[in-house]
Nanobody, 113 residues
């Protein structure tokens, strides 16, 4: 049974930094793609960053500010230079190509004074 548990969300001031974590348990089969998605209030969920085979691809809105990394069974989203428009729910997903996709429960990030 694969489980993806997210943590690290909260309130942060504009210009600040935050690191979100996904602790993954169970067996993930290669090849796979790591993704982080953002859902702003009242809007659709959208993919903002993905990592596969060491290659990072990010949306223009977070380019130069957000980075994905892996450490053993934990996936991180490092968020720097945060803006109010970054506010919303962030979701981690692990996609096994031609197999299953697993999602975390989401974690709320609020960027405000």
């Amino acid at each position: 049974q694969v489980q993806v548990v997210e943590s690290g969300g909260g309130l942060v001031k504009p210009g600040g930094s935050l690191r979100l974590s996904c602790k993954v348990s169970g067996d993930i089969f290669r090849p796979y793609v790591i993704g982080w998605s953002h859902q702003a209030p009242g809007k659709q969920r959208e993919l903002i960053a993905s990592l596969t085979s060491g290659e990072l691809i990010v949306a223009d809105s977070v380019k130069g500010r957000f980075t994905i990394s892996e450490d053993n069974n934990t996936v991180y989203l490092q968020m720097n230079s945060l803006k109010p428009e970054d506010t919303g729910v962030y979701y981690c997903n692990i996609r096994e190509i031609f197999r299953h996709t697993y999602w975390g429960q989401g974690t709320q990030v609020t960027v405000s004074w």
